[in-house]
């Protein structure tokens, strides 16, 4: 069974850092990309940042980058973002999962139950 | 960036209805479309990919079309699991939502 569990949330305050953990099961780690999604309280969707397979390949979406950092280790079937310089509009409860092409598509078809990024002001 | 547009925002539909959920794109995209669905609480759960491709486990009642810049979701017979939020997501250009369409029993 496919699983990812992600950690490391909490409280922290404006400009603060944390570092967020998501460790994955059931699927050989190193044959998909992963990604980070957020979703801040009451709101929708968004991407943050993904890795390719290897760790060679990252990209982000603008609001995060020189702040966010992303990376893997496959020998530990883990993904990790590491963020700096945390501001109030980063609180959101922060997705791990896993990416996959299907030829016309990219999606995200596992996904972990979220961890909590609550960022003071 | 790619701006991707749902409609309605919000929907109330009865059991047994038939649902259309709408998603619209700032510039074509060929069928580089997904539809997720999202009960309080939860994580995302994908239903669609590729515009019109049934993700293993999903209830056939639900199915997706569309190309280009217009696609839709559709649920044949709504069931009482089926009010959530559902959100369409591209992949032609990065990777990006539409803001969700709350789907509420009427």
């Known amino acids: 069974e496919v699983q990812v569990v992600e950690s490391g949330g909490g409280l922290v305050q404006a400009g603060g850092s944390l570092r967020l953990s998501c460790a994955a099961s059931?699927?050989?780690?190193?044959?998909?990309?992963m990604s980070w999604v957020r979703q801040a309280p009451g709101k929708g969707l968004e991407w943050v940042a993904n890795?390719?397979?290897?760790?060679?390949?990252?990209y982000y979406v603008d609001s995060v980058k020189g702040r966010f950092t992303i990376s893997r280790d496959n020998a530990k079937n883990s993904l990790y973002l590491q963020m700096n310089s945390l501001r109030a509009e980063d609180t959101a409860v922060y997705y791990c999962?896993?990416?996959?092409?299907?030829?016309?598509?990219?999606?995200?078809?596992?996904w972990g139950q979220g961890t909590l990024v609550t960022v003071s002001s | 960036d790619i701006q991707m547009t749902q409609s309605p925002s919000s929907l109330s539909a009865s059991v047994g209805d038939r649902v259309t959920i709408t998603c619209r794109a700032s510039?074509?995209?060929?069928?580089?479309l997904n539809w997720y669905q999202q009960k309080p609480g939860k994580a995302p759960n994908l239903l669609i990919y590729?515009?019109?491709s049934l993700q293993s486990g999903v209830p056939s009642r639900f199915s997706g079309s569309g190309s280009g810049t217009d696609f839709t979701l559709t649920i044949s017979s709504l069931q009482p699991e089926d009010f959530a939020t559902y959100y369409c997501?591209?992949?032609?250009?990065?990777?990006?939502f539409g803001q969700g369409t709350k789907l509420e029993i009427k």
């Open positions: 999962a896993r990416g996959t092409y299907s030829g016309s598509s990219y999606f995200f078809d596992y």
């Open positions: 059931g699927f050989t780690f190193n044959r998909y990309w």
């Open positions: 890795i390719k397979k290897d760790g060679s390949e990252k």
């Open positions: 510039q074509s995209m060929s069928t580089h």
């Open positions: 590729a515009a019109s």
């Open positions: 997501q591209q992949s032609y250009s990065s990777y990006t």
